[in-house]
């Protein structure tokens, strides 16, 4: 049975950056992983998707040009750095996976192993 666990939270200011981690444990996890967010109030929502190689990476709107995510196979992790915090990206950031697929996927209905999730609050 695969684990994801994240780490990497916290408090920062707008305008810092923070590098969140998501490590399965358990196995080798050969799939296509993302990372999902969801703000007090709101639904959860995609944020990022890296396929199973690292290739392909696929972002939304609002995060696009300042989130990147990366994939190590050493260390059978992926990452989410993110740069220029915005307020609006306070959220609990959830790790996600798709045993059953390579490919990207911007769709949560798709994945089927999820972190516990870890909170990034971003502070004027």
């Known amino acids: 049975q695969v684990r994801l666990v994240e780490s990497g939270g916290g408090l920062v200011q707008v305008g810092d950056s923070l590098r969140l981690s998501c490590t399965a444990s358990?196995?080798?996890?050969?799939?296509?992983m993302g990372w999902f967010r969801q703000a007090p109030g709101k639904e959860r929502e995609f944020v990022s998707s890296?396929?199973?190689?690292?290739?392909?990476?696929e972002y939304s709107e609002s995060v696009k040009g300042r989130f990147t995510i990366t994939r190590n196979f050493d260390d059978n992790a992926i990452y989410l750095q993110m740069n220029n915090l915005e307020l609006e990206d306070t959220a609990v950031y959830y790790c996600?996976?798709?045993?059953?697929?390579?490919?990207?996927?911007?769709?949560?209905?798709?994945?089927?192993?999820w972190g516990q999730g870890i909170q990034v609050t971003v502070s004027s």
């Open positions: 358990g196995q080798i996890f050969a799939g296509a």
């Open positions: 996600a996976g798709r045993k059953a697929s390579y490919f990207t996927s911007s769709s949560q209905g798709e994945y089927d192993t």
């Open positions: 890296i396929n199973w190689t690292g290739a392909e990476t």
